[in-house]
């Protein structure tokens, strides 16, 4: 439970407020790569952190990322002629580079100066892994980019899809922290997953419904281990982490599956992106997988034509089935691991209350989270934020069997950490 | 016309509200028996009095009725799975029983007592006269059920419908108070509602469009009386009545057709539920009436599909057809009894201004309506309050002549009376 | 750049603000004649200036223009009866006359005297030249209507046309005075226009693409005049009117084309009326301009079905082109005149911040113009309000060739007046 004050905290990501002043000191997770494809683009509208702005590239490939509104009668840029090495209002034919700066002002006439006062309000914007990544920090403070494992690969062994979620990134992103609903929420599609073919980790994660939380720190954020009973010398470690500011990975079933992961970014304090990624780091991905990703399978989704909205909303009450909730085929009604989650999540309202919630100990890693996010608000300032090292975000998940008197952490500490070229290690 | 204060006062029934603190000393019809049909049915959403709840039967046939939001998370039960006694979160599991009580955690360890300190709010709710009955206030004040006439009677003798009307529950009421509209929004309809076949009454409605109407308190509320002059001795009296806090009953066009009536129910302040009712207390509905009802004629409405939301809606302007207005078909251009009501209430905006209206003789029975729901405030923890005793709401309408010289609640005491098993007299 | 509250002031204009005073004292266009032809016709909502209002011709002919609640209970009149000399509420038969008395009170008793106290708002209202016009200012001082020079035409010799614009009046009317953004905007679409077959003026439109803007007060707002060079000794002037409150006029390209204009009228402070006509004083439109003007080419619109609404909107995202604007068929991808401007307009949002913009010497119109608004806002009472006077509309626009030494407002003096039977000069 939290006071008003502490959920405001948390839930407000806007320019000038704590929570987006500490967010702007990381790396964003702005646009698929494949959304400003190709040397004068189509312009994009892009939404972050409250700011409204628009993408493109460049005749030479650069990446501008601006503010939308034309600094001088504020149209929308969106409408732009994107040529010859900058954005054009299509209002007036003011022409913007990729920095902001104003390069033509065709309705002043020849020989003004007012041209080179105007600047556009500009973000440094850059691809790695097949995103554009943002920073809308200070630039004398700009980090160097996160080392998600899947940054590293190549496009064969990765899969990246986002969608919008209509409710604000905190409650998000706490459901993928929460391990603990995946017994529940998901319980009836653990199996039926073409991603998630049945392996040894399956069979305890069914015999043992109650998994004992525990939950600790690492550099980046939290490592967030469930506890269940193997045989009477091993326990059965699930564990999932939390990496600052707002990324969730989680383990396959079986090193023959792919990784799993997610980014929670505010779009603005009513909406946010849920960047979902599978990759594997040794082994290309089959028909069979690319399949499934296409058809949103897994933690991806199907989308309304034309949108990166699921087909699944609140106005068609998430195609809720209870037929199939009945017949034991969904838990909740809701067909797809990825609606079972942001049905649930949405159906909290904008901004979750929590001043009402009772948690628990299963919410630990959630409480924790809450904490570390609150505590950094205090050292928004230092270079030793935890998940600005890219050592911090370079991190696996796994499912392990060790012994009932090692610490999760101790025991699985090797094989958490990335190996460049090796495959990960989960039963 | 009222001030601001007393229009806040009479249309707000939220939570701690006073007129939402009155209102919850009443039993509140909740639901169609129907919507919760069989034990272990689909946990459904009502809203009543701005708080959001969902309904359900358990295993046992017993009704639940909760606050819609898990204590936990707040994460909606209305994605939760019904069965084995309870309503189980989909989220992480927790269960609740008819009554609140969180009777299974399986997110917790074994052991945990965490459970038998959550407490999922819950109102008591019965089902009576095919409908659900909810109260929503102090347990210790419980009242007894009305006494509705058509509760105590068969389902082949009544015909109960539902809508939801896109304006506060005032507006809508005082259109069911207000005895003088008849004469004009319904004008040209009277005759032709299959319900309403030409009876000796209607003569006297259409060769005296001038009423005189007197308004005498009763227990429960009010008796309206509209006097038109039938002849030289006697006039023609329609007594219709409203019992509070929110029934109104007309009568009859004969002692063949049925006694019609509605509860105004506020599904928060901007929505109410127009409940609808026809019966007969001695005489089933035959093939012609049940198709009417069902058809959406007299009272009831036609729906879009799927819902309870009138097909006659604000965004297609009520199917207006200004031909059949200027053919004298309707009045209003808007066909059906409850449509040309209902448009014209939430034509005075989502909660009418009544700082600015102008009320005239023919408003009698609006304006004490009024003061009796504000009295009442004042009153709001007496176990005398007018409507609380069964008796206050078992009585009837009619349509009766009477001599000149005899006061029409007194002419007429008799015939308001509900008589079990006996015919209502109305010409 | 406006402070914030310059802002506030010029773009509210509601009952009792500032320029809602101001905007009041001035003949308002209201509909189109067509929308209430015919006696006793269909009763019409109309919004202006944020005030509801019904608007109805009488048996007589005369014209209604009353608010749009009944005085009663708030019902609307929309769903009123218009017959017999008056509109008749649907509810309760209250009838009033044109001039808002109220003429029968058929709920009161025989012998109320409470009909004669109740008073309905009423505006008058006139037709003149094809539109209804509205005055909403104080009874005694009414001025003269405006003298717009269509107004005296035939019909065959003008074309009029309304739609709906999701912003506030004045960013619409902005781009009306915005001569500069026609370079731009429209850039590509000067030549394909049916309206704008090539002339003389189009080549030097071409040729010089950075017009140099003098700006001088006329008496009833400004002549705008945009400077291009023609040849050694002449410069070609293009130049369009602003007249106060919210009239803009355009001029063609060669006197064998229609002249055009508009006025941008407040529905409320969030939505406009976007009037648009095209006029010739000698000559009547042939069947290839009627078919233009049908297919709202030019500064007309296409439909959405029923509607004044352009088919063009945010939300199919004005149906725009990328293809069509890399083939430099459109500058903005958008299609069409007016979509060109109002996507651009309404994309700065509904009520644009012009505390962040930055104007330059192509904005001195928009500069002045704001100005003279703000100032009249001193002289509200004043008699001699820049077009009050109908001299002050009856004027015209020019393209025009003069000598480099001659001042624009003195060389075109005479083309620029209205000349009743002679055709403008325009080249």
Redesign the interface.
Known sequence: MLTREQNDLLTQTGPGTPMGNLFRRYWIPALLAEEIEGNDC?PVRVQLLGERLIAFRDTEGHIGLIDE?C??????L????NEEGGLR?????WKYDTEGNCVD??????G?K?CS??KQRAYKAVEAGGLIWAYMGDPDREPPLPNLEWMGLDPEKRFISKRRQFSNYLQAM?GGIDS??V???HRFNLDDDPLHSGTEGNKYLKSD??P?FEVAESDGGLLIGARRNADEKNYYWRITQWMMPWYTIIPPFGDHNPMGGHAWVPIDDETCWAWSWNYHPTKDFGEREIEAFDAGDGIHVKYKPGTYDPLASAENDYL?D?AA?RRKET????AGIAA?DF???E???IV???T????????AAIILARRRLLAALDDVDSEELPGLDPAHTSVRSTSILLPRDVPFQEGAKDVLAVKPGENFYSI
């Open positions: 189509d509104f600094s001088h009668r504020t149209a929308s969106y409408f732009g002629r209002c299509a209002y007036h034919g002002m065709p309705s002043e006439p020849e003004s007012f006062k105007i706490e603990s609903h017994s529940f929420a419904t109650r004992k809720m209870r909730q838990f909740s009604g809701i079972q049905s649930l999540q159906s909290m309202g979750a209350d929590r009402k919630e009772r948690l628990g100990t299963s919410d």
